[in-house]
């Protein structure tokens, strides 16, 4: 009974995606797999709920269950409600896939939830693959149109790139397996114990990391992720800049732990990543006319900066960089949600296309100044904090350079987040409608703003909470 | 005292849940009227706290403390003493005069501008409160937003680039801060600013937390060469975002050198002192002389600034006690005069749609009451006996002698010159030439005008008259900063 309750997020996700599938086999359309997608996630957050205080090894273990694993776990399930929130009856997905999206949907969910309960490396393989295969389909499933073809050429960058970076993933975990004899994480850290900061190990690692970085998009692991954003209707691009981060920083946590707590060299390929990340991410951000665009690469700066957490290798920097995903998360798809509700029948948004949208609908805008001066790290928003605590951790261990040029590119960032603040607040619109916005789409703005600031003025439970769920 | 009430907290939060409340007013009139009263009582309540300070005491007073994010070691800490005190009082004296300067001059979007008014206030009182390092840099940011707001949404023609300048030129400076901040706490344990100060920090370390300090603090006061942005801000900003600007911004630099350089990095404010005099009395005289060359009113009142605040720096980096207490009261009196200035400049530019010094020549004859408001606060500005900034500008160039004779003959020039711009543009705009404009249809001040301006000429002449009022409350507290400026200077330099 207690392996039952353990399992129920991920069970309820299970069930739910197959009963998704047989939605997608009858005739039933659109609005009933959208009503059965909302269903199974607000099961799911339920469940995650329910299974918070879950604590046991399952599956021979494979497949752990601790704080950790459950908080994050709710994280998703609450991130899934407000994807399926920003999507809403998905008008830039082709018409007779549409069903079809919300099983992708949901199997993906699944996957990123069993990828942080895995504890052994062929399950996190699994689990890996399982979110990211379904992504793969849903990146060509937009709308072809005139002036939109895009999609097809961004899907297949998506697919490549993220088989080559598993392939080395897979090579790394290869040597792992090699060094310690054991698939098992925590056999691994065992066995690795004695030959820490070897070279085979940190090369190891190293590669195992690539996946990771992948799905993370940090330099130079980066290059499908403007393209995707591009060519990917928005509410799958909302979808990819948001969850699989944070799945993908989980894992690193448990990978990167296992070079030991003070593995030098390992600190210091992880800054140099961090820093080319950033400074990358930044300057071309710089140049972007697509919304959409600039927040791909200002994601490839934002990986950077989560990946300052893992340099200072410590459980405050673990702590602090999964704190920043979750409101990556929040900021993100704030913004995502203004595009989203801008477009309206899907088209990309140029920066431009936002002037004026102070008078087209205040509450968007509003959402999206928060977003924006969140993702700029202006108190009193999630990104001030969440930079507060990454700068602190990497400084308390010495860092002092990294966090001097982290700092100097938050002020050079600042430019970009305000020229898309100009457009939408401080130019008048020329003879644009005003955007009608539905119930559903107000709660969801507001929820992303009361999140936004929640999260940056009383960080301190979900800091404990993640603090708690790293203690050994 | 107040008991266990959390006046500060009810200080900070009061404008906040006020801007709350004015989101959901809908009618433009109930909206001013709200706006009004809250300030209004906001500014009440901070008079309590002029009642209840004990200005024999040195220390922080009204201090509340609560744990905030634990994790990180960051607490919710505030508290008050001499200098803070009268920058908080600036602050809400000066949110309800906004208010009314606004009352027609804004017209579209009235409750975004309220809200964004309101929550301004908040955050300067909250800036001047804190006594965490974390609490105080999150507000010092937050502020950021509705003041560029306030410029980009309702300002003059160059707004926007006048809002995105004031943005990341402040923001740009205070990033090293934040460095500073972490840096400290790695060596100190803490982020509670009094446990901060006294603290024996290597010489080098200081000089570097100094730096990182200075281009933050300059940026925001500001230093010549770094007062760029600064005309522009004031120019584009609406007439109550100038003041806010002028009154109450322009400060928080000073405030920071007062509260950070100085005590927590005394060694490092030694090393630099001298080259920061110089920029001050470069900016005396850079602001003087340019100020005497505009032919915008308003151009003419920011550049005075410039000036008015290299006055500040001089005096704050004379490091005696005279020179401290000059600049404190520098920055309550230029808060008062600088910020009634602009309120005039406001009130011309609702009656003639321009600041061309040449287009208002004469109007004294027509608006005989607003001439005097105006005769008087130019009088303040260049530091006239029996004004208000006349003993500020006093105990600041002493304060300043006192240390090189040199500096203050040098600087000497930008006192004339301050004179020579404010009475130029007294001349043209009460008197002017043979041939005026004609302003037959101008009416002089109505009521509500005279009231946003009365209070500001009664603390003109009453701080000038009877000085007591201000340096009676910051004497004790500019002390104690005075001993541990000289004293830990001394402990590193052994």
Redesign the interface.
């Known amino acids: 009974m207690t392996t039952l309750a353990a399992f129920l997020p991920e069970l309820v996700l299970l069930l739910g995606s197959l009963a998704l599938f047989v939605v997608t086999l009858g005739e039933g359309g659109v609005a009933l797999a959208r009503k059965v997608a909302m269903g199974v996630a607000l099961a799911a957050l339920a469940a995650a709920i329910l299974s918070l205080d879950q604590r046991t090894l399952l599956f021979d273990g494979a497949y752990q269950v601790d704080l950790f694993s459950q908080f994050l776990k709710l994280v998703f399930a609450a991130g899934f409600v407000l994807v399926l929130l920003v999507g809403g009856h998905l008008p830039d997905i082709r018409q007779d896939l549409k069903p079809e999206y919300f099983l992708f949907l949901a199997l993906s969910l699944c996957g990123l939830t069993m990828l942080v309960s895995s504890a052994e490396l062929i399950t996190l393989v699994v689990a890996l693959e399982l979110s990211a295969f379904p992504l793969y389909l849903m990146v060509p499933m937009r709308r072809e149109r005139e002036g939109q073809r895009v999609q097809m050429e961004s899907a297949i960058k998506y697919i490549m790139f993220g088989v080559a970076a598993n392939g080395v993933m897979l090579f790394g975990m290869s040597y792992l397996y090699g060094l310690g004899g054991t698939t098992s994480i925590a056999g691994l850290a065992q066995a690795l114990r004695p030959m820490a900061g070897s070279p085979i190990l940190i090369a190891a690692l190293a590669l195992t990391c690539c996946g990771l970085f992948y799905k993370l998009a940090l330099f130079p692991f980066h290059f499908w992720t403007p393209d995707v954003y591009q060519g990917a209707a928005h509410e799958t691009a909302g979808l990819i800049a948001s969850l699989p981060k944070l799945g993908a920083v989980a894992v690193l946590v448990r990978v990167v732990s296992l070079a030991g707590p003070d593995s030098q060299a390992l600190a210091g390929l992880l800054a140099l990543l961090a820093v080319a990340s950033i400074f990358y991410g930044n300057l071309l951000a710089l140049g972007q006319q697509d919304f959409k665009r600039l927040l791909g690469f200002s994601g490839i700066a934002h990986a950077g900066y989560a990946l300052i957490g893992f340099v200072a290798m410590d459980q405050?920097g673990y702590?602090a960089a999964l704190y920043y995903l979750t409101g990556y998360l929040l900021m993100v798809l704030a913004c995502f949600a203004v595009i989203f509700l801008v477009s309206g029948e899907g088209a990309n948004v140029r920066i431009e296309d936002l002037a004026g949208l102070?008078r087209r609908s205040?509450l968007l805008a509003l959402t999206l100044?928060v977003g924006v001066?969140a993702l700029a790290g202006?108190?009193?928003f999630v990104g001030?904090?969440g930079k507060?605590?990454l700068?602190?951790a990497a400084?308390?261990k010495g860092h002092?350079w990294l966090?001097?040029l982290a700092?100097?590119n938050?002020?050079l960032a600042?430019?970009y987040y305000?020229r898309v603040?100009?457009e939408a607040?401080?130019?008048e619109s020329s003879d644009q409608p005003p955007i009608a916005l539905s119930w559903p789409s107000r709660l969801l703005c507001l929820l992303l703003i009361a999140g936004i600031l929640g999260l940056g003025i009383a960080?301190?439970a979900v800091?404990?909470t993640l603090?708690a769920s790293l203690s050994p | 005292m107040s008991g266990a009430f959390p006046i500060l907290s009810a200080l900070i939060f009061l404008p906040l849940l006020a801007a709350g409340m004015a989101a959901l007013i809908g009618q433009v009139r109930l909206l001013r009227w709200w706006t009004l009263i809250s300030t209004l009582a906001i500014a009440g309540l901070s008079l309590t706290l002029y009642r209840d300070f004990d200005p024999s005491r040195a220390g922080f007073q009204f201090a509340e403390q609560a744990a905030w994010i634990p994790f990180l070691n960051v607490n919710y800490t505030l508290g008050l003493d001499g200098i803070s005190l009268l920058m908080v009082l600036l602050t809400t004296l000066i949110a309800p005069l906004c208010v009314l300067a606004s009352w027609n001059y804004i017209a579209a979007r009235v409750r975004e501008f309220m809200v964004c008014l309101l929550v301004m206030e908040g955050a300067m009182v909250g800036v001047f409160c804190a006594l965490d390092f974390v609490l105080f840099f999150a507000f010092w940011e937050a502020m950021l937003i509705p003041m560029a707001l306030l410029i980009g949404v309702w300002g003059g023609p160059r707004r926007v680039y006048a809002a995105l300048k004031f943005f990341i030129y402040t923001m740009a400076g205070s990033v090293l801060l934040l460095v500073a901040i972490i840096a400290l706490y790695v060596q100190a344990g803490t982020f509670n600013i009094p446990d901060l100060m006294g603290r024996p920090y290597s010489a080098s370390f200081q000089c570097w937390v100094f730096l990182a300090f200075f281009v933050s603090f300059a940026i925001k006061v500001p230093i010549f060469p770094f007062h760029t942005w600064l005309p522009a801000a004031h120019v584009e900003a609406p007439t109550a975002g100038s003041v806010i600007l002028a009154s109450v911004l322009l400060k928080m630099g000073a405030y920071g050198f007062l509260r950070f350089s100085l005590p927590i990095t005394p060694h490092g404010t030694q090393v630099f002192t001298p080259y920061v005099l110089w920029l001050s009395v470069a900016a005396i005289l850079y602001g003087g002389l340019t100020a005497l060359a505009q032919t915008d009113l308003k151009k003419l009142v920011a550049y005075s600034s410039v000036g008015h605040m290299g006055f500040i720096t001089l005096g704050i980096f004379a490091l005696n006690a005279q020179g401290i207490e000059g600049a404190v009261f520098q920055m309550v009196n230029h808060g008062i005069t600088t910020g009634a200035l602009f309120l005039c400049v406001g009130m011309l530019y609702e009656r003639l749609h321009t600041r061309e010094l040449d287009l208002m020549a004469g109007l004294g004859k027509r608006m005989p009451v607003f001439a005097t408001f105006l005769g008087v606060f130019c009088l303040s500005s260049l530091a006239f006996p029996g004004t208000n900034s006349f003993i500020g500008e006093f105990l600041v160039l002493s304060g300043a002698f006192s240390r090189s004779a040199l500096l203050v003959l040098v600087a000497a020039p930008g006192v004339v010159a301050a004179a020579a711009y404010m009475l130029r543009l007294l001349q043209r705009v009460a008197y002017g030439g043979t041939h005026n404009p004609d302003h037959a249809a101008v009416a002089d001040l109505n009521l509500r005008e005279v009231l946003t301006l009365a209070p500001l000429l009664l603390l003109v002449l009453w701080i000038g008259l009877h000085p007591e009022l201000v340096a009676g409350l910051l004497r004790p507290s500019v002390a104690h900063l005075v001993q541990q400026a000289t004293q830990a200077a001394a402990l590193a330099g052994r």
């Open positions: 405050a702590a102070h205040p100044l001066f202006i108190p009193p001030f904090m507060f605590a700068l602190k400084l308390h002092l966090v001097v700092v100097l938050a002020a600042v430019y305000l603040v100009r607040c401080f130019r960080p301190g800091l404990d603090a």
